[in-house]
Structures are given as structure tokens and as C-alpha cells.
């Protein structure tokens, strides 16, 4: 199998990309520990407000959601759920055996502040992106 011609202007590209990428995690990372979290947690407390249906998502949810295992994602919600961020919740009807999550008012508060800072570094993120997938505006093949 033969890999495909890749210019050194796409791998200066790709470069930018995943660096910036990084930048924006290790920043995300920062404002987490700035008002006590993990990454981890914040990105929990994102995927139970983001996701839309009533009631909130199940726990394997929330494992497809971070790309973790379903006992790795259990001790997440133990963790943060004694730290007063989030509920559990049991199914109504048929399968009781479903847990659902919600924010609690602390988690709320706390994901609120976090979004509007990440939301401001996105669209920074963003336009740096954008202006490494132009190929008018990239850097040129060396």
C-alpha cells in the first residue's frame, strides 16, 4: 500500500493544526484548575449540559461522549458527584436500571463561567484554524 504525495505546505498545515489543538487543551485544562475542576470534570459537566434529551444522559452516554471506559466514567461521576456537581438519577418506566445525570446548581454555575471564557478561546482557535486550512493564507511549501 503506498501512501498518498503529502506537500510540506500540508505538513506545516497539519502542524499548526495539532499544535493549536494543544494549546487549546492545556488552556482548557488551566481554567478547569482555576475554579477546581479537572479537564476531565469539565468535560463531564459539558457532555451532561450539551446533551439534549430530557432527562439528561445515561453513563454510557457520557463513556462515548469522553472516549472512556464505562468503570473509568462511574468513578468520574462518583468523584464529582460527592463534589457537589452532579446527580444521579434513575429511570422512570421500564429500565430502572438506567442511571441518568444532571448539573446540579453548583455544576451549573461553575460550567457557565467556564463556557464563556471557552467560548471566547474558541473563536480565537478558530480563526487561527481557518487560516491554516486557506490555502491562500497557509505557509508556503518549503
Not at 27 to 35: F, G, K, L, N, P
Request: proline share 4%; charged share 25%; with cysteine.
Amino acid at each position: 500500500m503506498s501512501s498518498p504525495e503529502i506537500t510540506d505546505q500540508q505538513y506545516s498545515r497539519l502542524l499548526g493544526f495539532r499544535t493549536e489543538l494543544r494549546r487549546f487543551l492545556r488552556w482548557s485544562e488551566h481554567r478547569a484548575a482555576e475554579v477546581g475542576l479537572t479537564g476531565t470534570q469539565h468535560q463531564l459537566l459539558l457532555a451532561i449540559r450539551g446533551h439534549l434529551a430530557p432527562g439528561g444522559p445515561s453513563v454510557g452516554e457520557i463513556a462515548e461522549y469522553l472516549c472512556a471506559r464505562h468503570h473509568s466514567v462511574v468513578q468520574l461521576i462518583d468523584r464529582s458527584e460527592q463534589a457537589g456537581l452532579v446527580a444521579r438519577n434513575r429511570e422512570q418506566g421500564k429500565d430502572r436500571r438506567v442511571v441518568r445525570l444532571t448539573l446540579t446548581e453548583t455544576g451549573r454555575q461553575t460550567l457557565a463561567l467556564l463556557s464563556a471564557a471557552h467560548l471566547e478561546e474558541l473563536a480565537r482557535v478558530t480563526s487561527l484554524v481557518d487560516a491554516l486550512t486557506d490555502p491562500a493564507t497557509a505557509p508556503q511549501a518549503r
